[in-house]
């Protein structure tokens, strides 16, 4: 049995409870950037959980419960009956290719009994598609990887990860969850729809988009957002890019974040390859919600007969933006799928990290709800 307790801190009431929990080997700690940032509340935490790792990031959104909050800081403790962890984090080197950061990342954690890994990430300064591919490669065969991309609200500025007890920016830091009776399941989906013609990207470097069909693809972007356009990156959220590598074939979801109007260029959250195919999507409240309901059931189809205990879940700040009062549904939704047993907590993020089907690779996607189950039997 995976044994929970959760506290929220707001800057208006302070602790709510006293984060206390004798015993945690984990806290999840997801918060606002200027909560994180701010000495009392991190500090309070660290004294009152002593021995427990520290893991976490910042946020457009805090999740607890079937309640969305902004601001404050939410924070999950873990206490495993029967199963370990091991926590290791990292900070990008100067022009380091975020997949060779995500391989030795990775390489600390393939001890034996490897289950399952969580991994966080900065969300503005590292491409988090190289990264969860660099996880990926160095791991066992059977271990997946799910998380997410910090968030900064929808200002796009600076993010920070909280781990190996420091809290900053440009960091990662993977949870490696260890032991036979550990149960974990995951699930991803989005419900955008896509729309307008399907355009080649004919210039890119990474996740650098400079050209589609061989036209500035910052300009046409442009001309589909309208007024809208003055409130890039943020506006972009409303109308992300669905990739394929060949006309028909699998999508990933790509969400802007930041443009260049000097190099007329965008940068995404992962990587847009040239000789791609790119097409803009819009939103659909009840599809959006209904995807958020379909994640968890692939979520729980995983853990088989297996209640679960926890679910950490990491949805998209686009969602967030585009079903402003009705995000909570999104949460109620998967609150029904799950059962009332299951502690929720999570965050809105500027990128989730899963593989789409068990049996598929990870991969970043943007505009999804990710949802992780685990439990202890």
């Known amino acids: 049995m995976i044994h929970t307790t959760q506290h929220l801190w707001s800057p208006a009431e302070g602790w709510t409870t006293e984060p206390t929990a004798p015993g945690a080997q984990l806290a999840l700690v997801f918060g606002a950037r200027e909560a994180l940032d701010a000495e009392g509340p991190m500090a309070a935490l660290g004294a009152a959980l002593p021995g427990t790792e520290l893991v976490g990031c910042s946020t457009a959104g805090e999740i607890h419960g079937t309640q969305v909050t902004d601001g404050g800081i939410v924070v999950t403790t873990l206490r495993f009956e029967h199963s370990s962890l091991g926590v290791h984090a990292e900070t990008a080197r100067a022009g380091e290719d975020s997949a060779e950061l995500g391989r030795r990342l990775a390489g600390k954690l393939g001890r034996a009994g490897l289950r399952h890994v969580l991994v966080l990430s900065d969300g503005t300064r590292l491409n988090g598609g190289r990264l969860a591919e660099g996880v990926a490669s160095a791991l066992p065969s059977g271990v997946a990887v799910t998380g997410g991309l910090a968030g900064d609200a929808a200002r796009f500025e600076e993010t920070r990860v909280i781990g190996c007890g420091a809290v900053g920016p440009g960091r990662v830091v993977a949870v490696g969850l260890y032991g036979e009776r550990l149960r974990i399941g995951f699930g991803s989906l989005g419900g955008w729809d896509s729309f307008g013609p399907v355009r080649l990207v004919t210039r890119s470097e990474g996740n650098v988009l400079y050209e589609l069909d061989g036209r500035s693809a910052l300009a046409l972007y442009k001309e589909y957002l309208g007024d809208a356009a003055a409130a890039l990156p943020a506006s972009g959220l409303l109308f992300p890019l669905s990739i394929t590598q060949s006309e028909g074939g699998a999508e990933v979801v790509r969400t802007i974040l930041s443009i260049d109007e000097a190099a007329q260029s965008m940068t995404f959250a992962g990587d847009v390859p040239r000789g791609a195919y790119a097409r803009l999507m819009k939103a659909n409240f009840d599809r959006l919600i209904d995807g958020a309901v379909g994640a968890a059931r692939s979520s729980y189809d995983s853990l088989a007969s297996t209640p679960p205990e926890l679910a950490i879940l990491i949805s998209c700040v686009g969602r967030k933006l585009v079903l402003k009062q ?19 907590t999570g965050f809105y993020s500027y990128g989730e990290i899963s593989p789409l089907t068990p049996e598929a690779a990870c991969a970043l996607h943007n505009q999804t709800m990710t949802i992780t189950t685990l439990s202890e039997i």
């Open 326 to 344: 009705r995000i909570e549904e999104e949460v109620e939704g998967v609150r029904d799928v799950l059962g009332p047993s299951a502690t929720l």
